[in-house]
């Protein structure tokens, strides 16, 4: 199978077709998500809670992603491989620069990063040396101290207009990715009318060409209130296989997310 790579993502926007999204971090679950036809697998710092227990993603380390990004790129997948920027690993322009290399020689395709407008320059030196950026925007869990919680953004029309000129910004910086996390449909609607790359979303609605989820939160397993945002795929199948594929034909159907899922 060829391997999914930027400019499929570009074509799926063009198509109106969307692409799946999962976050992966051992070479067995990503070999099965990306047999399932997951174009998309994140090694995720949400691996801080789903994996290591902790209560937020902060405790995170550059270590942590980089082994379990290995871990995932020995599987070989056919999906796209991007790895997350932990907390304050992108503290300075320089280590930015160097642990985004970290990962891409651990095996990732591209980097995310969280934040708003002020990551411009910060995308603008990764893409000059070639690493692709996916921004992270809306609730950005490394921030949840600041947010005083994880909540819905963008809800007054003040918040959501930033956020559509921070894409907008972000957009021009490089970015080839926007990624929008629990923000109203309508919003993740706006923005993606706003900017020309593809936009994935978690809790976004389905307006958007791609969806991801935290496997663990797919499969039924992570501890804890399930968020509003998330749908079991594996109460109704026989295997995790399968609720790899359930869950790649309901985004490409557009039959997830559902109403309930939205905000
Ligand atoms: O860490 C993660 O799993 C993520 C997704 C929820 C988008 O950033
Ligand atoms: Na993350």
């Not at 070999?31 to 809670?49: K, N, P």
């Not at 690493?131 to 953004?153: D, E, R, W």
Request: proline residues 4%.
């Amino acid at each position: 199978m060829t391997p999914v790579t930027l400019s499929f993502l570009q074509q799926c926007r063009q198509d109106n077709t969307p692409f799946s999204c999962l976050t992966a971090y051992d070479a067995t679950f990503a070999a099965q998500a990306s047999a399932a036809g997951i174009d998309v697998l994140l090694i995720g710092d949400s691996l801080g809670m789903v994996l290591q227990g902790h209560d937020s993603t902060l405790a995170v380390t550059m270590d942590d992603v980089v082994y379990h990004t290995k871990n995932v790129a020995r599987a070989r997948p056919r999906s796209l491989i991007m790895a997350d920027l932990p907390f304050m690993a992108n503290a300075t322009l320089e280590s930015t620069l160097l642990n985004s290399a970290r990962l891409m020689q651990a095996g990732a395709n591209m980097v995310k990063i969280e934040g708003e407008g002020w990551l411009a320059d910060s995308i603008k030196a990764l893409v000059r040396r070639g690493i692709p950026v996916c921004a992270h925007m809306g609730l950005t869990p490394q921030s949840v101290n600041a947010f005083g919680g994880y909540k819905v953004q963008g809800r007054t029309s003040d918040a959501a207009s930033k956020l559509i000129e921070d894409a907008r910004v972000l957009e021009t910086a490089g970015a080839a990715l926007i990624l929008l996390e629990c923000v109203p449909r309508q919003v993740a609607a706006d923005v993606r009318e706003a900017v020309s790359v593809p936009v994935i979303g978690i809790g976004a609605g389905p307006e958007v060409d791609g969806q991801i989820l935290v496997m663990h939160d797919m499969l039924g397993v992570s501890q804890g209130k399930r968020p509003r945002f998330v749908k079991n795929f594996l109460a109704t199948e026989a295997s995790i296989a399968n609720a790899f594929r359930a869950y790649d034909h309901a985004v490409k159907t557009r039959t997830f997310p559902a109403k309930e899922h939205c905000f």
